[in-house]
């Protein structure tokens, strides 16, 4: 798994500091509400107009993908981040910050969906192990953004959204320099090919499952600091431990529980986890010591169901590999794009108990769903010869009912 072309490496080191943006802003949610007079679901929004575009984004990935290339859009999305985060850090409004967040999303949204597809294609060996080599770049950068965010933060709020632009200027030339001309795929997508994928039973209910399970996940991610109340520095480095966690779990865990248990099996049963430790966190949200504790636990949880979830869409959903992923993202990442400012909302003028519980419950029922949707994803632990079999007789299928 790990002697790859040099291609793979330098989408696979990009990816890392694309994914750094999402926690990143993490320590810094606070600050920039002292600083700019927000509140914390004003503050939330960073997350929000993110993730909402990078959702809506992701259904046009394969469109442009299928008509410039891969390694075109590669670049035209890391131009965009950092176009995003250098404005945002030039921002003195939260308003203004929000809007080149959105801006951040888009470009975010060209290069995931296409690294993905790209590195699933590109690397040697089979389909889990290339994501688990991109869970593993999706969980460094993960790791090391919130720890990034935190030191930079401490300095200057501004500093945290600089960095990831003189970041990505680096990852812009690197896979500039590394990465070759990759073709374009045989078929143009278009834009109704990700509604037309959704069709596929097994698809729309593992992405129902992502967007139940994203709820909880960006809940803690974007509420959890305000309860913490602590330094950007303090929280940096509790997010740190959670990336540490969420990375050894999906690199080395997921794929050794999956192989003794069976994915949806595990799936199920890490969904149901992840939810109860959601409902410690709402017990006890004003003990700050059992909360901390939560946030690195559930990067245990949070790093397994990555994978597997991921692994799930790209084995069980019957299309082509770049359809799947973006229409997959396009449901988790709405998702991820609500949770934030709901549970700004509810914090602010409800409980702060109250968004914890809300996260518990969208993570249950993801539970649920997973489990209703179980009988159409037996093939996922079949060999990959038979998937690929089953992915052409369906491609042709769905080709021939456009």
Not at 221 to 249: K, N, R, S
Request: with cysteine; glycine share 10%.
């Amino acid at each position: 798994m790990w002697r790859q072309p040099k291609a793979v490496w330098a989408v696979a080191f990009a990816s890392v500091v694309a994914f750094m943006g999402i926690g990143l802003v993490d320590p810094i949610l606070k600050p920039i509400a002292d600083n700019l007079n927000a509140t914390p679901s004003q503050v939330s929004l960073l997350f929000t107009s993110y993730m909402a575009v990078m959702g809506v984004a992701m259904l046009i990935t394969g469109v442009v993908s299928s008509r410039i290339g891969p390694k075109r859009t590669l670049l035209i999305g890391l131009v965009i981040i950092i176009a995003g985060a250098g404005l945002a850090g030039l921002s003195d409004t939260v308003l203004g910050i929000v809007g080149w967040r959105a801006l951040w999303g888009l470009g975010n949204a060209l290069f995931i969906a296409t690294a993905l597809a790209t590195i699933v294609s590109s690397a040697r060996g089979s389909v889990a192990q290339a994501i688990i080599l991109y869970e593993a770049a999706l969980g460094l950068g993960i790791a090391v953004g919130p720890l990034v965010g935190g030191v930079l933060g401490s300095i200057s709020w501004r500093g945290p959204f600089f960095g990831v632009s003189a970041l990505m200027a680096l990852a812009l030339v690197v896979t500039a320099v590394l990465l070759p001309e990759t073709p374009r795929p045989q078929r143009v997508t278009t834009l109704a090919d990700p509604f037309r994928a959704l069709r596929h039973r097994s698809l729309l209910g593992v992405a129902i499952t992502a967007l139940l399970y994203n709820f909880g996940f960006f809940t803690l991610l974007a509420f959890t600091p305000f309860p913490l109340d602590m330094t950007a520095h303090e929280i940096g480095l509790i997010f740190f431990g959670w990336g540490v966690a969420l990375a050894f779990t999906s690199v080395v865990v997921a794929p050794r529980l999956q192989h003794r248990f069976g994915t949806v099996r595990v799936l199920g049963l890490n969904l149901l986890c992840f939810s109860a430790l959601l409902a410690v966190m709402a017990v006890f949200t004003d003990d700050k010591a059992v909360l901390a504790a939560c946030v690195v636990v559930a990067g245990l949880f949070i790093g397994i169901n990555n994978t597997l979830i991921t692994e799930t869409v790209m084995k069980a959903a019957p299309v082509e590999r770049g359809v799947a992923s973006a229409a997959y993202s396009f449901m988790r990442f709405g998702g991820a794009a609500v949770a934030p400012w709901l549970a700004g909302l509810l914090g602010e003028r409800v409980s702060v108990h109250l968004p914890f519980w809300v996260g518990a419950s969208a993570v249950l029922i993801g539970a649920g769903v997973l489990a209703l949707t179980s009988r159409h994803l037996a093939a996922v632990d079949e060999p990959e010869d038979r998937l690929d079999e089953l992915t052409d007789e369906a491609v042709a299928i769905t080709v021939g009912d456009s």
